[in-house]
Structures are given as C-alpha cells and as structure tokens.
C-alpha cells in the first residue's frame, strides 16, 4: 500500500477505536454499576467481553498497519510477515476458545453461569493479547 493509504487506514482504525471505546464505556457504565442480581453481573460479563472482541480486531487491525510501515520498502517481507501474524493470531484464537472451554468445563454445560465463565475468560485473554499486540513493532 502506498503511504497515504496507510495512514488514511490507520486513522479510519484509530478514529473506530475511539468512538468504539466511549460507545463502550457508556454501556458498560450502565451494565456494571449498581449491580444487584446475578443476571446484571452476566449482563456486565457480556457487555465487557463485546467491547474486548471489538478492541482486539481494533487492535490487531493497527498492528498490522505498523507491520505494513515497517515494511513498506520490502514487499516481500511485508507479505511473508502478514502470513505468519495472521497464522498466528487465528492458531491464539482457536487456544483462547479451548483454554476458555476448558476453564468453564466444570460448570453445567446449560447454566447461565457456564456462559459467563467463560466470557469472562474470553475477555481476560482478549485483554492480555490486546497488550502484546500494542508493544510488538513499537
């Protein structure tokens, strides 16, 4: 991609994030405080998970632009570097599922708590990748 591109692309991205997170946090706002029942914590486990989906596609969107600058004057590099974060970024996608299945196995398959086990791990994890992908190539 030529340079304007790039930095049209990562200010798209950036500007999603940004109305992404307030749309976020007034939501979560709402879903997290005065919570009084069990459902309103599912409801808040729900809500936080939705917005760590969103900020990791975010996230690994902008990543992927720094690794394109980076690049920039080798395309075959580009292209190779792109093959093997996106290989790595769905085979961390299929571990999170399966660590987050695991972690939630021990709780009744047709429970409402089964289900916010695990997208509360989904989310710790979500987290923790969205902090690895900010400090590669920076």
């Not at 029942?37 to 409801?43: G, Q």
């Not at 998970?49 to 920039?72: G, H, M, T």
């Not at 970024?89 to 708590?113: G, I, K, P, T």
Request: aromatic content about 8%; overall charge negative; some cysteine.
């Amino acid at each position: 991609l030529p340079m304007k591109s790039v930095q049209i692309f990562s200010f798209a991205v950036i500007a999603l994030m940004i109305a992404t997170s307030a749309f976020g946090n007034e939501h979560h706002n709402m879903a997290c405080e005065n919570i009084t029942f069990s459902s309103d914590i599912d409801n808040c486990v729900s809500q936080k998970y939705q917005q760590s989906e969103l900020r990791l596609k975010s996230e690994y969107l902008l990543f992927i632009a720094r690794a394109d600058k980076s690049y920039l004057n080798d395309i075959e590099l580009k292209h190779q570097y792109r093959k093997l974060a996106s290989g790595t970024h769905e085979s961390w996608l299929v571990y999170r599922d399966l660590n987050c299945q695991l972690e939630s196995f021990e709780v009744d398959a047709e429970s409402v708590a089964h289900e916010t086990i695990r997208k509360s791990c989904l989310e710790k994890m979500n987290n923790e990748r969205i902090i690895m992908l900010q400090t590669t190539l920076q």
